[in-house]
């Protein structure tokens, strides 16, 4: 998969992650594990990332006698989402046409 491709991919999953309530890190990659294998060291970075992009914002509160990040989503990080989709509306169509007649595709059961 092209690299710049899959950086957006997971930017927008890390974002789903945190949708819903502030995370942590090793929950977000708890939470994405089902979906999406992600490491620490690739987590890290685009947390920063997202935060710098102000999609996101971070707080340290005490948990266990240590410090712990929890990252929340922005209002314009749910917005980073809602554009997500409307593009990856145009991307299952050119998928459907790149695979148009073949057997594969019928297998996949995209529609």
Not at 11 to 25: F, N, P, T, W
Not at 35 to 45: A, G, H, I, K, Q
Request: hydrophobic letters at 35%; charged letters at 30%.
């Amino acid at each position: 998969m092209d690299i710049q491709l899959k950086r957006g991919l997971l930017d927008v999953c890390v974002l789903a992650a945190i949708k819903g309530e502030a995370s942590y890190g090793y929950q977000i990659i708890k939470d994405m594990k089902p979906y999406v294998e992600l490491s620490e060291s690739t987590l890290y970075p685009i947390l920063r990332r997202l935060e710098a992009q102000e999609l996101l914002t971070v707080r340290s509160a005490e948990h266990n006698g240590r410090l712990r990040k929890y990252y929340h989503i922005t209002p314009q990080g749910l917005s980073r989402i809602r554009d997500f989709k409307e593009e990856w509306k145009e991307m299952l169509s050119i998928y459907k046409f790149v695979v148009k007649g073949d057997n594969e595709y019928e297998q996949d059961g995209i529609s």
